[in-house]
């Protein structure tokens, strides 16, 4: 079996001169740590997909394969049979996840913060991912501070984006941007700060009792049903936690967000006055 892999993973990595085949990679955030990673501009179809993926500054991280999925037609996931073996079935969810260790074949240790994409088109007649644009893959990463998403070269050798034909070749890759972002608190540079307090003004880089003497108010205004949907500009930051029912920056604030900032905000004692709230 892992000859057959070994095969697979010779074939994306097959490459010849001459060729200038070009084609664009982006990341785009889906919202609450959802992105998907597509290609565009692709001069040709594309035979297989490796290219690299580093998260950094923040804690999110790629916690399970399952967490992994790869978009039609992109149905061979080469890392994840090396490692789990068996016969590979290229029907997917029986067709594992396209990700692989960023330095060897197979998967990555997760939880995973650097990891390669390693997908690849098997179909029957012969076919590629057409050319122009398309989803190679989604991914659903956890955490809850802001974290880059980093898109590359694979370093690992695995032969990059690889063009679909009779002669496979490398394309040669751009990443427009090179990075997104996950559990960005959009609109809100400094969470909890609120409202001028007399002391400092809102959006000061610290939290106080007027951050959250504001916070109660607007709150109390919002009975019965102490919901604050829309938020107003003046509440941007009032979107703070997973209240168990909507995520982070979910667009409206609850009894979660409150308990959460009430929580954070004690650990200030005795002073009450601190940083911009986790």
């Known amino acids: 079996m892992k000859a057959l892999i070994t ?31 597509r290609y565009e501009n692709a001069s040709e179809a594309i035979a ?15 916690s399970a394969c399952s967490d992994a999925g790869a978009v039609a037609p992109f149905n061979a996931n080469i890392d994840y049979w090396y490692t789990t073996g068996g016969t590979p079935d290229l029907a997917p969810p029986n067709n594992g996840c396209p990700v692989g260790d960023s330095l060897v074949a197979g998967l990555p240790t997760f939880s995973a913060t650097t990891f390669a994409i390693s997908t690849g088109v098997l179909a029957d007649p012969p076919a590629g991912a057409a ?10 990463l956890t955490g809850s501070t802001a974290t880059t998403v ?6 690992a050798g695995r032969g ?43 959006t000061s880089g610290d939290v106080t009792f007027g951050d959250f003497n504001y916070f109660l108010g607007q709150f109390g205004a919002a009975a019965p049903t102490f919901v604050i949907s829309p938020i ?5 930051c009032a979107d703070l936690s ?37």
């Open 232 to 236: 107003p500009a003046d509440m941007l």
């Open 48 to 62: 297989g997909v490796s290219l690299l993926v580093t998260l950094s500054g923040g804690d999110a991280v790629l």
């Open 150 to 155: 980093t898109l590359s070269d694979d370093i």
């Open 242 to 278: 997973t209240d168990g029912i909507n995520p982070e920056t979910s667009g409206d604030i609850t009894f979660g967000d409150f308990n959460y900032f009430l929580g954070q905000f004690g650990s200030y004692a005795p002073t009450f006055v601190g940083p911009c709230l986790p």
């Open 131 to 140: 050319s122009g644009n398309g989803d190679i893959c989604t991914l659903q």
């Open 7 to 37: 095969t697979l993973i010779a074939v994306i990595a097959l490459a010849a001169p001459g060729f200038a085949q070009t084609v664009d990679i982006v990341c785009v955030d889906n919202g609450s740590g959802s992105i998907t990673i």
């Open 160 to 202: 990059g984006i690889v063009t679909f034909g009779a002669s496979p070749a490398p394309f040669t890759v751009s990443y427009p941007g090179s990075s997104c972002e996950v559990f960005a608190v959009v609109g809100c540079p400094c969470r909890g700060d609120l409202s001028t307090d007399g002391i400092n003004p809102a």
